[in-house]
C-alpha cells in the first residue's frame, strides 16, 4: 500500500489559514470517510486532531477542520498561532483492512 | 488517566529478534482493539498492526507480514509485538495506540511515548 501524499511543508503567518492535502487513491481517502489527521509536536506524543473527515475531539480547537473531495482529503487550520508549528499526519483505512498514513507535513508559522 | 506505556525496546543485531510489550490503564484495556505504529529516525509515521478486542483478529503492513506478530492477554492489559528478521529498516520508535472505535472510529485516540528499537551490528 503506497503512502499517502502530503507537501512536505507549509507555512504562513499567525491569524492566517493555512491548507494541508492528503491525496490518497480509490482504495483508501476515496472510499471510506475514515480519513484522521494528527498533530505531532517533536519529542512528544502524536495527538488525534480529527477522524472520519470531519469530527473533532473534544478538546480539540474548531481552529481544525477537515475535509475531503474525491481520492483527496484536507486539512485547514484558521488563525494560525505558534503554538501549531509541527507536524501533521493524515492516515486512512484501506480496503485491505490495514491503515495507510501519509508522508507528514511539517507546519511553520513565520 | 487513560494511558499506554510501551516497554521492551532496544539494540539488537540484523536477524534478530525483540518483544514489545505495551500496557492499558485507566480504561477497559479488554473492549479496544489496539495498534503498533512506528516512526523511523527522520521519516514519516508508519501503521504496523492492529489485533482486535479479543484478538480473534489481526493485521499486518506488507513491510512487515511474515516477521512480527502480535497477542494480547487482557486479564493482564498488555499486548505484545513479537518481532523477528529483524533490519536496519525495522529501526524506529514503536507506539502503541488505542483503536477509537465508537468514539474516533477508525482513529488513533490515545498514543503510548514510545520506545526505540535500534537494530544494528
Known amino acids: 500500500q503506497a503512502a499517502l501524499t502530503q507537501p512536505a511543508s507549509v507555512s504562513g503567518s499567525p491569524g492566517q489559514s493555512i491548507t494541508i492535502s492528503c491525496a490518497g487513491t480509490s482504495s483508501d481517502v476515496g472510499i471510506y470517510n475514515r480519513v484522521s489527521w494528527y498533530q505531532h509536536h517533536p519529542h512528544k506524543v502524536p495527538q488525534l486532531i480529527i477522524y472520519e473527515v470531519t469530527y473533532r475531539p473534544s478538546g480539540v480547537s474548531n481552529r481544525f477542520s477537515g475535509s475531503k473531495s474525491g481520492n483527496t482529503a484536507s486539512l485547514t487550520i484558521s488563525g494560525l498561532q505558534a503554538e501549531d508549528e509541527a507536524d501533521y499526519y493524515c492516515t486512512s483505512y484501506t480496503t485491505s483492512d490495514t491503515w495507510v498514513f501519509g508522508g507528514g507535513t511539517k507546519l511553520t508559522v513565520l | 488517566q487513560v494511558q499506554l506505556v510501551e516497554s521492551g525496546g532496544g539494540v539488537v543485531q540484523p536477524g534478530g529478534s525483540l518483544r514489545l510489550t505495551c500496557l492499558g490503564s485507566g480504561f477497559t484495556f479488554g473492549n479496544h482493539a489496539i495498534h503498533w505504529v512506528r516512526q523511523a529516525p527522520g521519516r514519516g509515521l508508519e501503521w504496523v498492526t492492529q489485533i482486535w478486542f479479543d484478538g480473534s483478529q489481526k493485521f499486518f503492513a506488507g513491510s512487515v507480514r511474515g516477521r512480527f506478530s502480535v497477542s494480547r492477554d487482557n486479564s493482564k492489559n498488555t499486548l505484545y509485538l513479537q518481532m523477528s528478521s529483524l533490519s536496519a529498516d525495522d529501526t524506529a520508535v514503536y507506539f502503541c495506540?488505542?483503536?477509537?472505535?465508537?468514539?474516533?472510529?477508525?482513529?488513533?485516540?490515545?498514543w503510548g511515548q514510545g520506545t526505540m528499537v535500534i537494530v544494528s551490528s
Open positions: 495506540a488505542r483503536d477509537g472505535q465508537q468514539h474516533a472510529p477508525y482513529a488513533f485516540d490515545v
